[in-house]
């Protein structure tokens, strides 16, 4: 098959290089030009660990390319894929910009030759294939087409086997014609007999924004239950265990921590509940798990300035980790950037490492940060360190040195990596999330 994939960012750049790894013939297009040289020097703009190995193996085997020209591209094409960016309205109301999505359909709609499925990759609204196909029908009133609805469940450190070992593969269509383009895209899944689901187009775009939900909800609750638990005197770790075992619940995403972020879980919930609102409902228990998130990163400064005897000011602080999650460059809604603003603004004093993390940090959090190179350059003379981010390289590290290169001895873990009575062992005035 022939694809054409719009936008090279993130979910763009993974489905395109995926495809391409399935032995389809893929362009990837995108104005920007200095992203698009990169890409064709073998390099990519962001990072997700093994991307960069399969775009240079499928480019140099020439499956996958690199291009601004959208009209050659989609002119080719038996399908194109819609990934471009749909972040929350400027206006701060929640509700999905739809720009780049309907930018890009005006743009492609001109240079459709024979039938071609354009698919909406990108997480938008219910209703937005309904306007895409409208957008291409006034532009181009010859155009032989269908949209079809294909959401992605990507995670990010873990994308590329996401991608090539799905849970499931959704496809919301109306035609039979354009099942069997989809069909025929991901027949090399077929081996691994992974699910294809097929929707209309109303409900497929509605999946992803309620699987989103259903997992920020997952988050915020096991985070309530770790407040209680540190009132009670009980261990979250163990709780989680006990209830993750029930096959009706499992084990996943129950992990307490400062809140989640990133680029999906704050921008869908709060676009899910806009979407419901337009249609009379109110999604409680949604609107609950937003509250509750973002009073988490709050309560995570408070356990902070506790630690440190109810005043920030003068501290030095070490913080490992920045991104929202491990593996990852990504700073979008991290709880650090809430968490450390508030820290500063106190007086403390501000050292961090971050293995991926640290050029994008700069962009999100403010002056007066000291980056190192090395975690226990970060911790040297430190009063507190915090552990913001499970990177695999904060799981094991060396805490004798750490002791001897930190003033103080508070270690605040906010991801539950360490065993309390290991950290009393070894001196540190030791706190978790939930684990009183």
Not at 81 to 86: D, E, L, P, S, Y
Not at 104 to 133: C, F, M, N, W
């Amino acid at each position: 098959m022939k694809i054409t994939i719009i936008g090279t960012g993130y979910v763009g750049l993974v489905t395109g290089t995926c495809f391409a790894e399935f032995g389809h013939h893929v362009t990837c297009v995108d104005k920007d030009e200095d992203k698009i040289q990169t890409l064709l020097e073998g390099q990519i703009p962001i990072y997700e660990p093994g991307l960069d190995t399969l775009v240079q193996k499928n480019t140099r085997e020439r499956r996958l390319t690199f291009t601004t020209d959208i009209a050659g591209a989609v002119a080719m094409a038996d399908a194109v894929f819609m990934a471009v960016g749909t972040p929350s309205s400027r206006r701060g109301d929640g509700y999905a910009d739809l720009t780049y999505i309907f930018e890009a359909t005006k743009e492609i709609a001109p240079h459709l030759k024979g039938y071609t499925v354009i698919v909406d990759k990108s997480t938008v609204p219910v209703g937005t294939a309904r306007q895409v196909a409208r957008i291409i029908r006034e532009v181009n009133p010859e155009a032989d087409f269908d949209v079809a609805s294909n959401p992605e469940f990507l995670r990010e450190g873990a994308a590329i086997a996401d991608f090539m070992h799905p849970d499931r593969v959704v496809i919301g269509i109306e035609s039979l014609k354009a099942e069997n383009i989809l069909r025929e895209i991901y027949k090399p899944l077929y081996l691994q007999e992974t699910p294809i689901v097929k929707t209309d187009i109303e409900t497929a775009e509605l999946t992803k924004y309620a699987a989103n939900a259903f997992l920020a909800i997952k988050i915020s609750f096991i985070n309530e239950i770790a407040l209680l638990c540190d009132s009670l005197g009980a261990d979250v770790v163990s709780l989680a265990k006990g209830i993750g075992m029930d096959g009706r619940i499992g084990k996943k995403f129950l992990h307490p921590g400062p809140g989640y972020g990133g680029s999906c879980f704050p921008k869908d919930t709060l676009a899910m509940m806009r979407i419901a609102q337009e249609h009379g409902q109110n999604l409680r228990i949604v609107e609950a798990a937003v509250e509750v998130n973002a009073a988490q990163k709050a309560k995570m400064v408070k356990k902070i300035r506790d630690m440190l005897a109810g005043s920030e000011a003068g501290k030095t602080i070490a913080f490992l980790g920045l991104t929202f999650k491990p593996e990852t460059d990504d700073m979008r809604d991290a709880p650090a950037i809430t968490i450390i603003p508030a820290l500063l603004e106190k007086g403390a004093r501000i050292k961090a490492h971050d293995p991926q993390g640290m050029v994008e940090a700069q962009k999100y959090l403010p002056q007066g940060i000291e980056y190192t190179q090395d975690a226990y350059e970060a911790c040297k003379d430190a009063d507190a360190v915090v552990l913001m981010t499970e990177w695999n390289q904060y799981r094991a590290l060396d805490l004798d040195r750490l002791m001897q290169e930190m003033q103080g001895r508070i270690f605040i873990d906010l991801r539950n990596v360490y065993e309390p009575q290991k950290m009393k062992d070894k001196g540190f005035i030791y706190a978790g999330v939930g684990r009183s």
